[in-house]
């Protein structure tokens, strides 16, 4: 009989982390990779009998892959240390091995939850995401942002989703919008994007009003308000951050205010 393994990569998770792995006590085998942690998050790994190896940060998607080639089973659920699998979806996911055949992935939906709040509108749920995988089909795409997995052959989808216990505060979103817009804008930069006064000023606005009022954002309440205006800040940081690396100044994107492409 296939098995599967469940690998996670941590820093500093020791809030959520025990949770997440509670609920992957099925798993025939759990590959912890750890990037410098200094809380209990390993300490609490190996409780949970996880196989933990520490690796200097090299980026998301080779810390991802690493974990991945230290699976020793033929199915690989990769998770965040923040995602908790419902025992509904363990018992679809455990019946893959005798049932999947002909696929080699599967797609599950995320509940994302922010602020405490289960955000359903505003184009963020279902948030599909492929996470269970046959080793050998399936690995990170190598980029510096936003990495999903690589997959060969045939797909299926679970009915039961994954529940992504996200940013608990303001202060948590914003904390982690600094961090991936630096990312975001170095990406941009490194593939030549120029910002332009559209780009810069109208596009988090549109932005905005796409999720907020045409896709029903408003629906989630002050959670949701919330989270759309942080989002379309997202846009507008990263765009002044490709800004700086480049020297612009305001009066070229008063130039381009209705320049799409930059």
């Not at 209990?40 to 974990?67: H, L, P, S």
Request: proline share 2%.
């Amino acid at each position: 009989m296939e098995k599967i393994s469940a690998v996670l990569i941590t820093k500093d998770e020791q809030k959520i982390i025990g949770r997440c792995l509670d609920m992957l006590q099925w798993a025939d085998e759990i590959i912890v990779v750890d990037s410098g942690s200094t809380d209990d998050t390993v300490k609490i790994a190996r409780r949970f009998g996880a196989k933990v190896y520490k690796r200097k940060w090299d980026g998301y998607a080779k810390q991802k892959n690493f974990a991945i080639s230290k699976a020793k089973n033929e199915w690989v659920l990769s998770l965040d240390a923040d995602e908790i699998v419902t025992h509904e979806l363990a018992d679809e996911i455990k019946a893959v091995p005798d049932n999947g055949a002909g696929k080699n992935g599967f797609f599950v939906s995320r509940q994302n939850m922010y602020y405490g709040k289960w955000l359903r509108f505003g184009g963020i749920y279902p948030d599909r995401q492929l996470r269970l995988f046959r080793k050998k089909a399936g690995k990170y795409d190598d980029v510096e942002i936003h990495e999903c997995v690589v997959i060969s052959g045939d797909t299926g989808n679970f009915k039961n989703p994954l529940i992504h216990y996200t940013k608990d505060t303001i202060h948590e979103h914003i904390d982690f919008v600094n961090k991936y817009t630096e990312l975001e804008a170095a990406r941009l930069f490194k593939n030549g994007h120029v910002p332009t006064g559209y780009s810069a000023l109208i596009k988090p606005k549109l932005y905005f009003l796409k999720h907020y009022i045409f896709k029903l954002g408003f629906l989630d309440g002050w959670q949701g308000f919330v989270y759309h205006m942080i989002s379309s800040m997202y846009v507008f940081m990263t765009e002044v951050k490709v800004m700086e690396k480049l020297g612009m100044g305001r009066i070229q994107l008063l130039k381009t205010l209705f320049k799409r492409a930059g």
